[in-house]
């Protein structure tokens, strides 16, 4: 069982930036695929960015495409998500997902990852 951990949460005018980042305990993310994603209150999770583990593959919703970007960094064992142009509707809670790299699905259009959810980290963006 693979555990991640999301920090970097926090309160963030709108306009702002925020990075999250997504780490594994006890495991190296080299062969895992990451994806970001998040849910309001009342409404369903939802995908929002995901990487292939070789980072050849990734996945961004149309809601965040071009202001947010994903990221590996191997030798912190860190996934990121840099959130630009925060708006009042990406307030959420944000989960990271990973999946061993021989399951789930990443392409441009599509994002299926479902194996080892992390607790999530609140993002509120809000004057």
């Known amino acids: 069982q693979v555990q991640v951990v999301e920090s970097g949460g926090g309160l963030v005018q709108p306009g702002g930036s925020l990075r999250l980042s997504c780490t594994a305990s006890?495991?190296?993310?080299?062969?895992?695929?990451i994806g970001w994603f998040r849910q309001a209150p009342g409404k369903k999770r939802e995908g929002v960015s995901c990487?292939?583990?070789?980072?050849?593959?990734?996945y961004y919703s149309d809601s965040v495409r071009g202001r947010f970007a994903i990221s590996r960094d191997s030798a912190k064992n860190t996934v990121y998500l840099q959130m630009n142009g925060l708006k009042a509707e990406n307030t959420a809670v944000y989960y990271c997902?990973?999946?061993?790299?021989?399951?789930?699905?990443?392409?441009?259009?599509?994002?299926?990852?479902?194996?080892?959810w992390g607790q999530g980290t609140q993002v509120t963006v809000a004057s």
């Open positions: 997902v990973a999946d061993r790299w021989d399951l789930g699905v990443i392409e441009a259009t599509r994002c299926i990852l479902n194996e080892n």
């Open positions: 006890g495991t190296t993310l080299n062969y895992l695929n």
């Open positions: 990487i292939s583990y070789t980072g050849s593959n990734t």
